[in-house]
């Protein structure tokens, strides 16, 4: 199994958990220009834009330990454009949550971070 196919197979896994814990995936893979977010979802009143990271193992930190500034900051401004096209309101809640996949664990790291400008 090459990258992409495992990369698929770990957000398809991401976003069966998310629904099972009651998230209603809106969009996955929702790219802007060269930025793109793994899962849009909503859970209850709160826009949640997640990040999927995977590693066999937790060598080096582990997968959470990947998203780091420069991904941190392409995130939230995908987010900000998503946002914009789809006329999202001001006032609705937004978050960060990372889901940290290393070998057969699943780790949801909620408000993992907040937006970068």
């Known amino acids: ?3 992409r196919q495992i990369g698929k197979e770990k957000e398809a896994a991401a976003c069966e958990y998310l629904k099972s814990k009651g998230y ?5 893979n929702y790219r802007s220009r060269h930025l793109e977010i793994d899962i849009v979802a909503k859970d209850k009143e709160e826009l949640v834009f997640v990040e999927v990271k995977y590693r066999k193992n937790d ?3 582990g997968s959470m330990y990947a998203v780091d500034y420069k991904k941190r900051r392409n995130i939230s401004r995908c987010a900000g454009y998503y ?7 001001q006032d609705t809640p937004i978050r ?7 070998g057969n664990q699943i780790a949801h790291i909620k408000n993992a971070f907040e937006a970068v400008l």
């Open 1 to 3: 199994m090459n990258q």
């Open 24 to 28: 209603e995936i809106l969009a996955v």
């Open 59 to 61: 060598v080096c930190g």
């Open 83 to 89: 946002i914009y096209r789809e006329r999202i309101s």
């Open 96 to 102: 960060f949550d990372v889901i940290a996949m290393d």
